[in-house]
């Protein structure tokens, strides 16, 4: 037969097989695809055997077999000498019988909705086709129970589970004990947070419940609705019929891995936000969800390998979550192909035509042999010139804006409280602490007990205070509901009772023994803190490469890429507060650009790092060096005439001033103490009056205050302030601060009298005492300094070294680049979120430990005087770390790896002056170096893909001080020169993003206010060229102005100010080493004790008990067999998993720190 009447037969004769596309219309196969079509439908016509086709044939639903990558993939597959693809009709696979299905020599089938998946298993037992994805496995995909028996049986690492199967005529009975934080499924108990799945893998609801300490409530997960794939719900009790799975919940720091194996020896992995975070779904501007192809370890490449042979699904894909340094497979999907991936699509291709021609053309006599190509080879772009790489960043920060702490004590002799004691266990150290709802629940029983049977017997022997077990009822029902993170209950043993100093307690000495009852609450972060921290976090991204804007105009670059990609390795720790948890949360969402309730991304995101001391501190042991400093600021304190030059050089040796100018303030110390005593009386008997005022009945404060509330705050500062014996205590003078800064900011328009002197004078006063606490000389600010964060320090250290010793990370695949302007980057982030005495110690230790001479270093002595004229570490204060590698430079050069250390004083205070002290900016930089780095040739664009302005291997000069006006610089960072055209000194000041709303905002609140507030720190990035700055908005203006709730504003955060910029790596690894040798031996013992903790718990969860990681046991020998599952294509046939990256062993240390 002639070559034009073949063709004339494709055209007219053949019956028009159509492989599907996207939408409503198919593609007619062309005259290259309709090859040799003859003998489909009945015997085969008599044609020479070199002329013989492999038949490919795909039974599925019409919507998978006209989808986008099926398309894409057969349309390549055509491209095969030897191969023909026939699309068998949906309506032939509904209606007509197999005997009456096309043939094929190999069939691609698979299940989906509404597919006859028993008549497919029948056509392969009449037809023996070769198949791809064996049919009769699809069964068991079906079934979550039979894919996680399978995975199991492979030795496949997945979450620890348990299966509760219900009977639905009696779905009561099951082995399920529901308790509020846990639940017990045959005996195995799952804390909060855990997964419910249903059993059967085609129902996508898949819950995640929350524990209470976290806020409760749980996440619902369902398939993609438009841009949504799950719902927060405050529902908290699991469902009570139909049968799931169980599982532990693994923290994944929110990003999801899929993988889609072709064959055991070919995986493509995509890395997208989990559906669990906050349920928005992430599309490109084309509407679809943005996935980013990342590398597999090699254990992983084993797993997929594994996976595809257990399930004899050649074409497969799964789920793969990565936690705890191991991973885990929790999904097995069977046949899936990957969306928008043109090499995917050749790969895919090729490897399933290979497979094919491999297994049938010895049989069917067609000559053919496997094509050799050439590997691939990765290339990565790298930074060059004076530019440096970003390599890490660590961040220690404070919590934002919170409500007073409040506290209470009282003693304590019921019966009732100490059968509690004994209950959970207080005698094992002689200390409670009770957070739990059912554990607060029990304490206000007690109370309420016993209040009731003091109205019926006024002389039965209960001697609690009845105004103390009020205070504890009242306290304990606030909000309607409990809440761990806003509530807790200490209970002390006391052997013979406590001897009373203080006005709330008694003063006859008991020698029974009792216990010390505390009640603490309050400082919960407020909706003003939650937006700080929100934008702190949106202005973080700023400081990584491509972090402006949305993703500064170029597709494939920003932090958010870099995190999607598994680029950015990212751990945020927090300690055990509620609002430092909360605010790291609250971080998290403005950092990775998160939706929706805090709670789902506290549960994934934040890791506790309650750890001997990491970021939590125990204010009841104080140690040696503190009692005696406390002791003798107390002393000094109580002096009842004007400050002298001794009490100067007592107070301040340091000559900070800060305290130099507070003293001036304070001028006599007891007088100050009196007249603030005095003001706190009036503002009670303000509070009283609006009280008796039948107006302000309803009237509701910030955060849901009430004025009673309000009351009880100040009437027992007034009591506690003055002791009975006319002393006054000066450990209140920081409530005092606390209070009085909150009504300022946030009740400002009650108008109360007398407030701003209030303010003024208890300011002056705090500047004092806290800073003080921490220290007055520097020799007992490093020992104090030391006790309070030394394992925090060392894990600092651990975190730079393992930066450039660690390489075994994930990457991101270099194959699939395309679109990722640098695939090698690689940055680590470590976030610490603490609270106040954290934040002065480490500050302490870089001022006070001996880092640099301020005597040789003109760049650090001028940071130390911007240091010490701050008054005030505030809410949202953050100490920076920045490493930086140049690699150009030799790898054992000490100008290789660059450091740069950098500080903000966090929130601006409300009444803060305009002589506010400033920096020089963020990363400045000279002139004369600026010019040298802009060389467009040697690197990539960086206004695309690096607009952080790269380290400089030299020193900074920075000139003296001087009004600063707009430079040329604009877009990501706002570029300040000095006003003296002679200068050669330029900074580049990177700013917050532009604000946002909280989103307790009502339409009449904060609105503009907020946004005039934030323009100092958070202007627009994109109009800093346009918009002449401004000086920020005073709240002395606003005060009268309502804000969101009543009466809030949100102020702005002071921008990061450098420290230094030419800090070697060398150089603080050196500090810090000697830093920590010089640590006490009691320090050292808890140093030991928190690595023991990192070693056994490495990534530990808020108030879940850390389960034991599941060991990957060793690969075992697969049979040998003829069958498709066991022949494994050569590699260079397209594995798209590059090479392993190598193990680096521990860096020698005394002590060792998992590297999370």
């Not at 989103?999 to 323009?1015: H, M, N, T, V, Y």
Request: glycine letters at 6%; charged letters at 25%; one cysteine or more.
């Amino acid at each position: 037969m002639s070559k034009s009447s073949e063709q004339g037969m494709c055209n007219s004769e053949l019956p028009r097989f159509l492989i599907g596309s996207e939408g409503e219309e198919s593609r007619e196969l062309d005259e290259t695809d309709m090859r040799n079509f003859s003998g489909h439908y009945g015997e085969e016509d008599d044609e020479d055997q070199s002329e013989r086709q492999v038949v490919v044939g795909i039974c599925s639903m019409m919507k998978k077999s006209k989808s986008k990558p099926m398309t894409e993939i057969l349309e390549r597959l055509c491209k095969f000498e030897y191969i023909t693809v026939v699309i068998f009709p949906e309506e032939v696979i509904l209606n007509e019988p197999v005997e009456k299905w096309p043939l094929c020599d190999c069939l691609i089938s698979f299940h989906s909705k509404g597919f006859p998946l028993d008549k497919a298993v029948s056509y392969a037992k009449l037809r023996n086709p070769l198949l791809i994805n064996d049919l009769n496995m699809q069964y068991f995909i079906q079934d979550r129970r039979e894919v996680y028996r399978i995975l199991q049986e492979e030795g496949i690492d997945l979450p620890r589970y348990a299966v509760l199967n219900r009977d639905p005529d009696r779905p009561e009975e099951c082995n399920l004990v529901e308790s509020e934080d846990h639940v017990e499924v045959n005996g195995e108990v799952f804390h909060k947070p855990f997964v419910e799945k249903p059993v059967s893998a085609e129902d996508h609801n898949v819950y995640i419940y929350y524990p209470t300490s976290a806020g409760g409530g749980s996440q619902r997960l369902f398939r993609k609705i438009g841009s949504r794939s799950s719902v927060y719900s405050p529902e908290s009790t699991v469902r009570k019929t139909g049968s799931y799975i169980y599982e532990e919940f693994m923290p994944t720091d929110g990003t999801d891995v899929k993988v889609y194996t072709v064959g055991p020896d070919y995986a493509h992995a995509e890395a997208r936000k989990s559906p669990a975070l906050d349920g928005k779904v992430e599309r490109d501007s084309e509407g679809k969800e943005i996935r980013y192809p990342v590398m597999l370890t090699a254990m992983e490449k084993l797993v997929a390998r594994k996976v595809c042979l257990a399930f004899k699904q050649t074409v497969c894909g799964f789920d793969l979550l990565r936690a705890n340094g191991h991973s885990f497979v929790c999904d097995v999907n069977g046949f899936s192909f990957v969306k928008n991936s043109m090499k995917y699509y050749d790969d895919c291709a090729k490897v399933l035509g290979n497979m094919v021609m491999r297994e049938l053309a010895p049989q069917l006599h067609i000559p053919w042999s496997i094509p050799m190509e050439a590997e691939d080879i990765p290339i990565v772009p790298t930074t060059s010139g004076t530019m440096m790489e970003l390599r890490c960043v660590i961040a220690v920060i404070r919590h934002g804006d919170r409500t007073p702490k409040q506290k209470m004590k009282m003693e304590v002799r019921n019966a009732l409280f100490f059968e509690l004691f004994e209950k959970y266990g207080g005698y094992k150290s002689g200390k409670l602490k009770l957070k739990k709802p059912k554990q607060l629940q029990e304490v206000l029983d007690i109370a309420r007990q016993l209040l009731a049977e003091l109205v019926l017997h006024n002389d039965c022997e209960i001697e609690e205070k009845k105004s103390k077990l009020e205070q504890l009822k009242t306290v304990l029902e606030m909000y309607g509901h409990f809440s761990g993170i806003n509530r807790k209950v200490q209970l002390t043993y006391l052997p013979n009772g406590q001897p009373k100093a203080s006005s709330e307690e008694e003063d006859a000495l008991k020698e029974d023994p009792s216990l010390l009852l505390v009640l603490k609450w309050g400082g919960e972060l407020t909706p003003a803190g939650r937006v700080q921290a929100e934008e702190l976090g949106r202005a973080f991204r700023c400081m990584y490469p491509g972090g402006q804007g949305d993703y500064a105009g170029f597709p494939g670059c920003g932090l958010l890429r870099l995190h999607s990609t598994y680029r950015h390795d990212l751990k945020i720790y927090a300690s055990d507060e509620g609002r430092v948890q909360m605010t790291a949360a609250a971080f998290a969402k403005g950092l990775l650009a998160l939706e929706g309730e805090l709670t789902p991304i506290l549960v994934q995101m934040v890791k506790s790092a309650n750890m001997n001391g990491l970021l939590d501190s125990d204010s009841d042991s104080l140690t040696d060096c503190q009692q005696r400093v406390k002791a003798r600021l107390h002393e000094i304190m109580q002096k009842n005439k004007d400050f002298n030059e001794e009490d100067y050089s007592k107070l301040a040796p340091t000559s900070s001033p800060s305290l130099v100018n507070s003293m001036g303030v304070i001028v006599n110390p007891v007088s100050t103490c009196d007249r603030v005593h005095t003001l706190i009386k009036s503002l009670t008997c303000q509070i009283c009056k609006r009280l008796e005022d039948p107006k302000s009945a309803d009237l509701q404060l910030y955060h849901s205050e009430t004025l009673e509330l309000m009351l009880q705050r100040w009437s027992k500062l007034e009591r506690d302030f003055r002791m009975k014996n006319g002393r006054y205590d000066i450990s209140k003078i920081p409530d005092i601060y606390d209070c009085v800064k909150y009504d300022t900011q946030h009740n400002s328009s009650l108008g109360l009298e007398d407030t701003l002197e209030l303010f003024r004078l208890s300011r002056a006063l705090a500047d004092i005492i806290i800073p003080q606490e921490y220290g007055i000389t520097r020799a007992e600010k490093l020992d104090i300094a030391s006790a309070y964060c030394l394992p925090l320090v060392k894990k600092i250290q651990l975190d730079l070294q393992r930066t450039h010793e660690d390489e075994a990370v994930n990457k991101l695949h270099p194959l699939y680049s395309r679109g990722v302007m640098s695939p090698g980057r690689h940055v680590r982030t470590r976030l610490y979120f603490t609270s106040e005495s954290h934040v002065h110690s480490l500050l302490n230790i870089f001022r006070y430990g001996g880092l640099l001479d301020e005597q040789k270093d003109e760049q650090w002595k001028q940071a130390m005087d911007y240091l010490s004229a701050v008054t005030e570490l505030n809410y949202m204060t953050q100490i920076v770390i920045m490493l930086y590698e140049d690699n150009n430079k030799d790898p054992s050069s000490e100008e290789r790896f660059h450091v740069e250390l950098h500080f903000s004083p966090g929130v601006k205070g409300c009444k803060d002056e305009d002589n506010a002290p400033m920096g020089f900016g963020f990363r400045p930089a000279s002139s004369e170096n600026h010019e040298k780095q802009t060389d467009p040739g040697s690197l990539e664009d960086l206004s695309q893909d690096e607009p952080d302005r790269a380290a400089l291997t030299e020193p900074v000069s920075i000139q003296r001080k001087s009004p600063l006006i707009r430079s040329r610089k604009a877009g990501s960072m706002e570029a300040l020169s000095e006003s003296n055209t002679s200068s050669r000194g330029l900074a580049y000041r990177i700013f917050p993003s532009s604000s946002r709303q909280s989103p307790e905002i009502k339409p009449s609140g904060l609105g503009a206010q907020c946004a005039g507030l934030f323009s100092a720190s958070f202007p627009n990035l994109r109009d800093l060229a346009r918009v002449p700055r401004k000086k920020p908005s005073s709240l002395r203006n606003l005060s009268s102005q309502t804000g969101f709730e009543g009466c809030s504003l949100v102020p702005s955060i002071y921008p990061l100010e450098t420290l230094h910029n030419s800090l070697s790596l060398k150089q603080v690894d050196e500090f810090l080493t000697t830093l920590c040798k010089n640590g006490s031996e009691t320090q050292f013992k808890r140093l030991k004790s928190l690595s023991a903790m990192f070693e056994s718990h490495s990534q530990p969860s808020i108030d879940v008990d850390n389960q034991d990681t599941p060991v990957s046991t060793p690969v075992r020998n697969q049979p040998t067999s003829q069958s498709l599952w066991y022949v494994s294509a050569p590699p260079s046939t397209g594995s798209s998993a590059g090479p392993s990256s190598p193990s680096v062993p521990e860096p020698s240390s005394n002590f060792r720190f998992n590297s999370e």
